[in-house]
């Protein structure tokens, strides 16, 4: 086997009443369309959106990370794909036995079996019809990861061009426990 890092994402979300035990009683709504009940203020006015083309996910939530919880496919890590340069070989996998917690049960088991001087392995991410970078612009990163038994060595986690060639910043973030770890990088 060779040496593994298992990656982890939190998010915030909202809770489902979905498959509860909680009784559901159907909802009555009566309008009294000739009472007044209120006085609404002229100067208010309404407010619609809807979802098209990740208009929230990447848009007006600013994440730049698509599927960064593993939960957009039960079989295989939608959006992620993996580096393998250099003659260097990798694998990745969803994993349901090394979650974060029990709402985030699922990681990204990450295995480098070989990786030669000038070679890398990992992953990426292609995030939202790629991710932008954009001049003065300050970029916020943070992760959870943690080592498997054996691993010993560095992660490195960069912004850069689809082809590669183009770091425009990165950070390398050492010293990985058994434990789950929140990486912030700024």
């Known amino acids: 086997m060779g040496k593994c890092l298992i990656i982890g994402v939190l998010y915030f979300g909202l809770a489902s009443l979905a498959g509860s035990s909680q009784s559901v009683q159907t909802p009555v709504l009566h309008i009294k369309a000739d009472e007044i009940t209120a006085k609404v203020s002229p100067v208010f006015s309404g407010m619609m959106t809807e979802e098209i083309n990740h208009s929230y996910d990447g848009g007006l ?8 919880v593993f939960k957009d496919n039960a079989t295989k890590p939608a959006h992620w794909s993996l580096v393998q340069e250099g003659g260097a070989t990798a694998s990745m996998v969803l994993d349901d036995t090394n979650g974060l917690n ?11 079996g070989s990786v030669f001087p000038g070679g890398r392995a990992g992953v990426a991410n292609d995030g ?16 959870y990861a943690k080592a498997a038994a054996g691993f010993g060595g560095a992660v490195k986690v960069s912004l850069e061009s689809t082809n590669g060639a183009v770091v425009f910043v990165s950070a390398t973030v050492t010293h990985l426990s058994g434990d789950w770890q929140n990486i912030p990088l700024r």
């Open 61 to 68: 939530y600013a994440e730049l990370i698509q599927n960064r």
């Open 102 to 112: 029990e709402s985030l049960g699922t990681s990204l088991r990450v295995e480098a």
């Open 128 to 143: 939202y019809w790629g991710i932008p970078v954009k001049p003065k612009t300050v970029y916020h990163a943070s992760f």
